[in-house]
């Protein structure tokens, strides 16, 4: 939030990922393809973030999503917090989540929740909403 006459507002990024095995390796490899993703689809700079809340299926227990999140480059002063998502009987597995929260610029109208891997199911609507996502797919 460094630019002067910028006007900001909160806003509120969503995304999820999954991964192939509950290794270190997949869970670090996952979390920093969507962190990397979060970035650049929104053009957001770590330093705005407000705090990050990441929740995993209970399959997921290898690592702290957080704990990977807090060894990127501007990520070591968010507040960052790991919970397990709910379990409901067929749901997604192997899956880390996210909620963030930012300041971003108020023209900055078109917010991307990165949706990757096997998680692009979970919201197939934003998928499919703004052609922004289709774009950005890799």
């Known amino acids: 939030m460094e630019n002067i006459g910028v006007n900001w507002r909160v806003r509120a990024i969503r ?4 991964v192939s095995e509950n290794t270190v390796e997949a869970i670090r490899d996952a979390v920093n393809e969507l962190l990397d993703e979060l970035e650049k689809r929104n053009q957001l700079d770590p330093k ?11 399959d997921i227990d290898a690592i702290f999503p957080a704990a990977i999140a807090r060894q990127r480059s501007h990520w ?3 507040p960052l917090l790991d919970v397990q998502q709910m379990y409901v009987e067929g749901s ?9 929260h930012a300041y971003l610029p108020v023209l900055h109208t078109q917010i991307n929740h990165p949706y990757l ?8 609507d934003w998928e499919m909403a703004s052609p922004a996502l289709i774009s950005n797919r890799d």
């Open 15 to 18: 995304g999820a990922t999954t």
């Open 48 to 58: 705005d973030i407000i705090s990050a809340t990441f929740s995993v299926t209970r």
């Open 76 to 78: 070591e002063n968010v």
């Open 92 to 100: 997604l597995c192997r899956c880390i989540r996210f909620l963030i």
């Open 117 to 124: 891997r096997e998680a692009k199911g979970l919201r197939p």
